[in-house]
Structure formats: structure tokens, C-alpha cells
């Protein structure tokens, strides 16, 4: 079994910011690419950044110059630095990863709980 746990959420003012962290824990051998994703009230999921094992980044244009991803591959854990935070960015944020339970078996894809994220006066 493997568990995704995210930290980080609650409300923030705007042009605040917030971290979030998601731990990645139990059967894992080795985790590719890790990524957040987020999901407004009515909205479809969409991704907001993911990085690969070796560290490079994606992110989507909404986000690009105010978020921040990054990992700690000791700790099987990934980052989500978010500055600047619009009101638009409200949402619940989970954590996904593409990781390999054993060296010769697939990889599968893994998503954390989600944490809300509240950006408001």
C-alpha cells in the first residue's frame, strides 16, 4: 500500500502565500514524476506543476512566475511553494505521483487526499 499525505492548506488573503507538502509513504521503490493538481467547486481537475526524479519542471500559465514546485527525494516528499496567491486560486489541491511498487513491476499513478486551499479578504 502507498499513502499520500498533503499538508500545507487553509486561507490566505490575496497576494499571500502558502506551502504545501505531500509525503509519499510505504511500498515504493521509486517514484518518477510528481505533480499537484487542483479542483475548483464545479471544475474539472487540472494540473498545476509536476517535476521529474531528476528535477525538471512543468507548470501551467496560470501559475508560472508565482508557484514553485520542488522535492525531496530522500523523504519521498514533493513541494508546492505558492506566492502571490489570487482569489481565483481557491481550490482543493492534491498531490500525485507515478511510482514503481517493486524494480521490474509497472509504474501506477497514486493521488493524495487533496487540501483546501482558500484565497480570500
Known amino acids: 500500500q502507498v499513502q499520500l499525505v498533503e499538508s500545507g492548506g487553509g486561507l490566505v488573503q490575496p497576494g499571500g502565500s502558502l506551502r504545501l507538502s505531500c509525503a509519499a509513504s510505504g511500498s515504493i521503490f521509486s517514484i518518477n514524476r510528481m505533480g499537484w493538481y487542483r479542483q475548483a467547486p464545479a471544475q474539472g481537475r487540472e494540473l498545476v506543476a509536476t517535476?521529474?526524479?531528476?528535477?525538471?519542471?512543468t507548470y501551467s500559465d496560470f501559475v508560472k512566475g508565482r508557484f514553485t514546485i520542488s522535492r525531496d527525494n530522500a523523504k519521498n516528499t514533493v513541494y508546492l511553494q505558492m506566492n502571490s496567491l489570487k482569489p481565483e486560486d481557491t481550490a482543493v489541491y492534491y498531490c500525485?505521483?507515478?511510482?514503481?511498487?517493486?524494480?521490474?513491476?509497472?509504474?501506477?499513478?497514486?493521488w493524495g487526499q487533496g487540501t483546501q486551499v482558500t484565497v480570500s479578504s
Open positions: 517535476i521529474s526524479s531528476r528535477g525538471p519542471t
Open positions: 500525485n505521483a507515478d511510482l514503481k511498487n517493486y524494480s521490474d513491476g509497472p509504474a501506477f499513478a497514486y
